[in-house]
């Protein structure tokens, strides 16, 4: 293993800048450097160049194999943050034979010395990426380990249904002392619907970490844009009384009660329009058609009849300054009536989705439930067949569990390690 380090804080002018190196040499170079450490330790230093001058009066620390992030000996520099001092810090570093640190390369240290699994280190990123609360929560829960917990929970009821079909090969000449079986199916079962579960709710989890949809549709002239901009706060869209302003998509990104939301303007709805702006309209209606929630705005209270497609669907009559219909929510972007109850269907709607939502967060993690759960109900089924011999259910029960093993990457992952880790930056 060789010597890595990097810059783990920011690039640019910063009240501290942090310098992670790790790796076997890392005490020896920073020794050179001025800053003697033992190796779990802390201290003021001066750290030198190799001609002797003074580089930055730096804190510095140290972190044991075994105690530190990489798991390796690491030393950091907490020095003054700018780009100059932290450029000259780099070059010694790099002067004394050490290497820059590929992206992501200090938590792939982590994972292989075991202080992280993949389902953790994919937290991280999620967890550095997130912008809102929601975001941060759930990540923060991928990253201290609920997933590898659950799947941990699970692989122990599958081992021990695993050993009592391997008690029973034993026994294939001899009378089996107890019928197995309902015990091994009991405990198939109840991993299976587990799984089923996470599974399902790994769509609601990616909605929070990618963003929830919301549509505005309804006929030209409803007031789409209008409200956009009222939402936004600031002016995303052209509005206009000419009926088909709006013709691309325009979103705006909102964080509502800490739940990352996207607002999609669309062109209105109606036939005669030229050729562009029928593309437009082509447009907003696939993207509405795959929103979470699609909001209809009419001024007239009416509304055309809507085909029944994934998602929630609000009707809402716009322009309630110049009166109101009665029955559906009303909203003014002039007066902003009604805009803080539309907001509040929006949320808790949204949260209400959340409640199902389980900690597998990937579509990578789905295919390895769903891999592991079709693997399981094939291995139940072949309990109830009388003819197959146990050696090849309990095959088919290993390989459900080497399934699972690959959602926390214990297996199988050298490929895709690479995806994972270059989308980290470097020094993390
Ligand atoms: N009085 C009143 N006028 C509104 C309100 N909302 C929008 N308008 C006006 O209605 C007109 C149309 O608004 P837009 O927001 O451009 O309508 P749109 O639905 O985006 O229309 P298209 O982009 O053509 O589909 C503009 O002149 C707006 O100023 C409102 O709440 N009250
Ligand atoms: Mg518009």
């Given at each position: 293993m060789d010597t890595i380090f990097a810059l783990a804080t920011a690039t640019g002018k910063a009240g501290v800048s942090v310098?992670?190196?790790?790796?076997?040499?890392?005490?020896?170079v920073a020794a050179k450097m001025g800053a003697h450490l033992s190796d779990h330790d802390r201290k003021l230093t001066r750290l030198v160049a190799q001609d002797g001058t003074l580089i930055d009066e730096a804190f510095s620390l140290s972190f044991a194999p075994g105690r530190s992030?990489?798991?390796?000996?690491?030393?950091?520099?907490?020095?003054?943050?700018?780009?100059?001092?932290?450029s000259a810090v780099l070059g010694e570093l790099q002067a004394y034979g050490l290497r820059m640190a590929e992206p992501g390369e200090f938590t792939r240290r982590a994972m292989?010395?075991?202080?992280?699994?993949?389902?953790?280190?994919e937290g991280l990123a999620d967890l550095i990426d997130a912008e809102t609360e929601g975001q941060r929560r759930q990540a923060l829960r991928v990253f201290q380990g609920d997933l590898g917990g659950l799947v941990d929970g699970w692989r122990t009821k599958l081992i021990r249904a695993a050993?009592?079909?391997?008690?029973t090969?034993?026994?294939?000449?001899?009378?089996?002392?107890?019928?197995?079986?309902?015990?091994?199916?009991?405990?198939?079962?109840?991993?299976l619907v587990e799984i089923q579960k996470e599974a399902d709710g790994v769509s609601i989890r990616e909605r929070i970490r990618d963003g929830f949809e919301v549509a505005l549709v309804?006929?030209?002239?409803?007031?789409?844009?209008?409200?956009?901009?009222?939402?936004a706060g600031r002016d995303a869209a052209m509005t206009s009384d000419i009926a088909g302003t709006t013709r691309d998509v325009i979103e705006v990104k909102l964080d509502l009660n800490g739940l990352p939301v996207t607002i999609l303007d669309t062109a209105g709805l109606r036939t005669g329009a030229d050729t562009l702006e029928e593309m437009g309209i082509e447009r907003g209606q696939k993207r509405a058609s795959l929103a979470d929630i699609r909001v209809h705005l009419s001024p007239s209270g009416e509304f055309d009849a809507v085909q029944q497609t994934e998602g929630l669907d609000l009707f809402v009559q716009s322009k309630s300054d110049h009166g109101t219909k009665g029955g559906a929510l009303s909203v003014s972007s002039v007066t902003g009536e009604g805009i803080d109850e539309l907001l509040d269907k929006i949320i808790s709607h949204l949260a209400g989705q959340m409640a199902h939502a389980g900690v597998a967060t990937r579509q990578r993690h789905k295919v390895a439930l769903q891999a592991s759960h079709a693997m399981l109900r094939r291995t139940v089924a072949s309990l109830e067949d009388d003819n197959l011999p146990v050696d090849l259910i309990s095959e088919d029960l290993r390989q459900a569990i080497r399934r699972l093993d690959s959602l926390i990457g214990r297996i199988d992952v050298?490929?895709?390690l690479d995806e994972i880790f270059s989308s980290f930056c470097i020094g993390k």
């Amino acid at each position: 293993m060789d010597t890595i380090f990097a810059l783990a804080t920011a690039t640019g002018k910063a009240g501290v800048s942090v310098i992670r190196v790790s790796g076997p040499d890392a005490l020896m170079v920073a020794a050179k450097m001025g800053a003697h450490l033992s190796d779990h330790d802390r201290k003021l230093t001066r750290l030198v160049a190799q001609d002797g001058t003074l580089i930055d009066e730096a804190f510095s620390l140290s972190f044991a194999p075994g105690r530190s992030f990489t798991g390796e000996q690491v030393v950091e520099f907490q020095t003054h943050g700018s780009p100059a001092i932290v450029s000259a810090v780099l070059g010694e570093l790099q002067a004394y034979g050490l290497r820059m640190a590929e992206p992501g390369e200090f938590t792939r240290r982590a994972m292989e010395s075991g202080t992280l699994d993949l389902a953790q280190v994919e937290g991280l990123a999620d967890l550095i990426d997130a912008e809102t609360e929601g975001q941060r929560r759930q990540a923060l829960r991928v990253f201290q380990g609920d997933l590898g917990g659950l799947v941990d929970g699970w692989r122990t009821k599958l081992i021990r249904a695993a050993a009592l079909l391997e008690a029973t090969i034993d026994f294939v000449d001899e009378d089996v002392p107890v019928d197995v079986y309902p015990e091994v199916s009991q405990l198939l079962n109840s991993v299976l619907v587990e799984i089923q579960k996470e599974a399902d709710g790994v769509s609601i989890r990616e909605r929070i970490r990618d963003g929830f949809e919301v549509a505005l549709v309804g006929p030209p002239n409803a007031g789409k844009s209008t409200l956009l901009n009222k939402l936004a706060g600031r002016d995303a869209a052209m509005t206009s009384d000419i009926a088909g302003t709006t013709r691309d998509v325009i979103e705006v990104k909102l964080d509502l009660n800490g739940l990352p939301v996207t607002i999609l303007d669309t062109a209105g709805l109606r036939t005669g329009a030229d050729t562009l702006e029928e593309m437009g309209i082509e447009r907003g209606q696939k993207r509405a058609s795959l929103a979470d929630i699609r909001v209809h705005l009419s001024p007239s209270g009416e509304f055309d009849a809507v085909q029944q497609t994934e998602g929630l669907d609000l009707f809402v009559q716009s322009k309630s300054d110049h009166g109101t219909k009665g029955g559906a929510l009303s909203v003014s972007s002039v007066t902003g009536e009604g805009i803080d109850e539309l907001l509040d269907k929006i949320i808790s709607h949204l949260a209400g989705q959340m409640a199902h939502a389980g900690v597998a967060t990937r579509q990578r993690h789905k295919v390895a439930l769903q891999a592991s759960h079709a693997m399981l109900r094939r291995t139940v089924a072949s309990l109830e067949d009388d003819n197959l011999p146990v050696d090849l259910i309990s095959e088919d029960l290993r390989q459900a569990i080497r399934r699972l093993d690959s959602l926390i990457g214990r297996i199988d992952v050298e490929n895709l390690l690479d995806e994972i880790f270059s989308s980290f930056c470097i020094g993390k």
